[in-house]
């Protein structure tokens, strides 16, 4: 079997680098043809461009650009200006992706390049996951070799996705020997009587097609018999492993383009994207769609941030998702009905509508899973936890406990359809969120635009593009639920 396994990723370390291998040489190509054009310029013609462009760096608010996501928009800028004329804004900006590496994009703060090991438990990598504002974190396996290369050092990425998944999972599942998929068995005794009432008797299709969250698992106290469970202490990050995506993770290499990236964290649906070296044991960044829309927010001023960025919402067609296909939940269902909603429809994140099904009163996104498991006491009044009731409680709990800025703390964030494309990045960007809901002159919901839209709109997949790439990604686990 090992050695089967070992051949298997041998395959695929092959695979990647003839992919590699067929990149380098599209990217050499596109360069040569960008200095073949500026030789064709004439000497005294280049001579007259380069004053001209001393001339605009001393009066342009470019050049007074010095994070290291402006210095990469200006990569972009000078790869634009030898373009072909002829071709379309996203071509062009296809072209200029292509030939830039994703070793070049910043890399992420050290606060957010946090690892776990396998052993690790759950509820501490809920606390990390809070604790460093994060989405996901990798997990290294313990009994790997210290000369491991980093297919072998990781065993997968534990997300709030994934632990939603698997809370949402236990709460179904039937109490009785070895029930709960817990260590320690899942008696009353060893996961609280609280737990074991709430995942009894419910996994009846007919119950739970005409009630899929009892009373018990949501009520007020609920989370708070969850969270002290010898169950949710002692469950360890490798027994969920059936709920990642990636078996360990889908990453590229340093010299993979920054186009190959977009389309990762865009068409096919990322939240991150970790960046190896093939053999070597580690990884070296991890570039998530936060991350990269905050770089296109650095970059305005910019003429191939401007020639998109200027463009209002419906000019691009945005938002992608309509009034009608946004999934919602309402302000008075169970809070549970949200996240469940989420894994099922493979979103972040759902607005709360008020009765009439169509204003919004707040949204509620993956990473908010989190203030079930790591303040479970502040719904205890709750005879019941609602989506209002949650957010209510959230709101309260980050008021007088954290005193930071928070999504949950303001009001809705919404734009609307004649707002540009440059207005809704900055305002994402700022406010650190995922989602932006388009709304009209009433409040009304008509869509909602997501950081995977906006990526989507700077660039398109060329036919063929990935070719076998996706070979190399080793085959979800059987049990994979997300």
Not at 161 to 188: F, N, R
Not at 207 to 214: A, E, L, T
Not at 318 to 326: E, F, G, I, R, T
């Amino acid at each position: 079997m090992q050695i089967e396994r070992k051949e298997e990723r041998e395959g695929v370390i092959e695979r990647v680098r003839q992919r590699e291998m067929k990149m380098e040489f599209e990217r050499e190509r596109i360069i040569e043809t960008g200095k073949q054009r500026v030789m064709k310029i004439g000497r005294g013609k280049l001579r007259e461009m380069e004053e001209e462009e001393e001339e605009d760096e001393l009066e342009s608010p470019s050049s007074g650009m010095s994070s290291p996501e402006a210095k990469l928009g200006m990569q972009v800028e000078d790869l634009w200006d030898i373009q072909e004329p002829q071709l379309t804004p996203t071509e062009k900006l296809n072209a200029c992706f292509e030939s830039i590496p994703v070793s070049s994009f910043p890399p992420a703060p050290s606060s957010q390049v946090v690892e776990i090991k396998s052993d690790t438990s759950v509820a501490e990598a809920v606390r990390l996951l809070s604790q460093h504002k994060i989405l996901s974190v990798p997990i290294v396996d313990v009994d790997a070799p210290e000369d491991a290369s980093w297919m072998d050092r990781y065993i997968g990425i534990v997300e709030f996705a994934g632990i939603v998944v698997w809370i949402l999972h236990q709460s179904e599942k039937k109490v009785g020997p070895g029930g709960l998929g817990s260590p320690t068995g899942g008696s009353e005794e060893n996961i609280g009587p609280a737990v074991a009432a709430a995942v009894s008797g419910m996994t009846s299709p007919r119950y739970r097609s005409s009630n899929p969250f009892s009373d018990t698992t949501t009520s007020g106290d609920f989370f708070e018999a969850l969270t002290s469970s010898d169950f949710y202490k002692h469950t360890k990050v490798r027994d969920i492993s059936g709920t990642f995506r990636w078996a360990p993770f889908l990453a590229l290499q340093k010299s993979n383009s920054f186009l190959t990236m977009l389309l990762l964290l865009s068409k096919y649906r990322m939240k991150s994207v970790p960046v190896v070296d093939l053999g070597e044991g580690g990884i070296n960044n991890i570039i998530t769609q936060s991350a990269v829309v905050h770089m296109l927010a650095e970059c305005t001023g910019l003429q191939w941030f401007e020639s998109l960025g200027m463009k209002k919402l419906s000019e691009l067609g945005l938002p992608l998702m309509k009034s009608s296909h946004v999934v919602k939940v309402y302000e008075d269902e169970p809070v549970l009905k949200a996240f469940r909603l989420m894994g099922e429809q493979g979103v972040g994140g759902v607005p709360v509508v008020d009765s009439g099904g169509r204003k919004a009163v707040g949204n509620i996104s993956l990473r908010d899973i989190q203030f079930l498991l790591i303040a479970p006491e502040i719904y205890k009044d709750f005879s019941l936890i609602t989506a209002k009731n949650f957010l209510t409680a959230v709101r309260s709990y980050l008021k007088d406990q954290i005193k930071t800025s928070s999504p949950l703390l303001g009001r809705m964030v919404t734009c609307r359809r004649d707002n540009t494309l440059k207005e809704v990045i900055m305002k994402l960007d700022s406010m650190k969120i995922h989602r932006i809901y388009v709304a009209d002159e009433e409040g009304n919901i008509e869509g909602v635009i997501t950081l995977r839209d906006i990526i989507s709109k700077l660039v398109h997949e060329p036919r063929g593009y990935f070719g076998d790439f996706f070979d190399g990604v080793l085959p979800s686990p059987v049990n994979s639920r997300v």
